[in-house]
């Protein structure tokens, strides 16, 4: 996730709900170093994991990470949606 103070810092959220910045890089950048097959960039400010999705639509990614009781929802862009289906 981009972080809201800086656009070059990431956000990343474990699985454990713990997160960490990461400072200075590109999305581009972060596909590079991430495995392809465990990530995939799913619009303009997001990159997942494969281990975390419980189920999507055309349009939602539904996570098994829960917060206050609410598993976390992501957007399905249509310009990432052939990508992400392809894995």
Do not use: M, W
Not at 24 to 48: A, G
Not at 51 to 71: D, P, R, Y
């Amino acid at each position: 996730q981009v972080s809201e103070l800086d656009s070059r810092d990431k956000i990343a959220h474990l699985k454990n709900g713990s997160q960490f910045t990461i400072k200075n890089i590109t999305f581009k950048e972060l596909n590079s170093v991430l495995p392809k097959s465990l990530f995939c960039q799913i619009n303009k400010k997001e990159i997942i994991s494969y281990q975390i999705i419980q189920f999507f639509t055309a349009e939602t990614i539904t996570s098994n990470v829960c917060i206050n009781g609410k598993f976390l929802e992501f957007n399905l862009s249509s310009s990432f949606t052939s990508n992400f289906k392809l894995k």
